[in-house]
T-cell receptor, first 114, second 115 residues
């Protein structure tokens, strides 16, 4: 079974631009979550989608948004990029989105904002 | 709020020796606890989870974790470390606020296994 696939693996953008990251979950998984990983702040939760609905949201500004499609694939968008948005963005999927379902992570998208 | 703490930024151990990576938790209600490992330039890999039941949880790659309710700890252990175990380890707790499948992670512990 294929794992979680994130594209692209690397991105370089300029301040003020916007970016869209893509995530394909494991087949059959309906919950998709996004996390930001930085050396200073560690792993921080962005949002979770389940059956195309945002179920939970972290403490990030409105520039960060996401969506989930009917096939469970998800995208996240960051508008008006800032230098501080440079990070590894990790997508994770889980089978049922219940409390004991482990998250399965992709290898991430490394975003560099210059 | 649910939280976990990993008091050690780095743990060094010789190959063949037992290893312990520490984690303490703070939750309201029953804890749902997880351990993940991250290799360079990779995502996180699930190692094991504690939901309920036995206090000793066995996971992948020979790892196990001991749940201790009185000490609010969930330490990761392995009887005999390998050089290939060198990686970044994260403890996590299910965050029940807002519902869903959100995890709150610790700051991570870098494990270095030396020959």
């Amino acid at each position: 079974k294929a794992g979680v696939t994130q594209t692209p693996r690397y991105l370089i953008k300029t301040r003020g631009q916007q970016v869209t990251l893509s995530c394909s979950p494991i087949s059959g998984h309906r919950s998709v979550s996004w996390y930001q990983q930085t050396p200073g702040q560690g792993l921080q939760f962005l949002f979770e989608y389940f059956s195309e609905t945002q179920r939970n949201k972290g403490n990030f500004p409105g520039r960060f948004s996401g969506r989930q499609f009917s096939n469970s694939r998800s995208e996240m968008n960051v508008s008006t990029l800032e230098l501080g948005d440079s990070a590894l963005y990790l997508c994770a999927s889980s089978l049922a989105g219940t409390e004991d379902s482990p998250l399965h992570f992709g290898n991430g998208t490394r975003l560099t904002v210059t | 709020a649910q939280s976990v703490a990993q008091p050690e930024d780095q743990v060094n151990v010789a190959e063949g020796n037992p290893l312990t990576v520490k984690c303490t938790y703070s939750v309201s209600g029953n804890p749902y606890l997880f351990w993940y490992v991250q290799y360079p330039n990779r995502g996180l890999q699930f190692l094991l989870k504690y939901i309920t039941g036995d206090n000793l949880v066995k996971g992948s790659y020979g790892f196990e974790a001991e749940f201790n309710k009185s000490q609010t700890s969930f330490h990761l252990k392995k009887p005999s470390a390998l050089v290939s175990d060198s990686a970044l380890y994260f403890c996590a707790v299910r965050d029940i606020t807002g519902g869903g499948n959100k995890l709150t992670f610790g700051t991570g512990t870098q494990l270095k296994v030396e020959l």
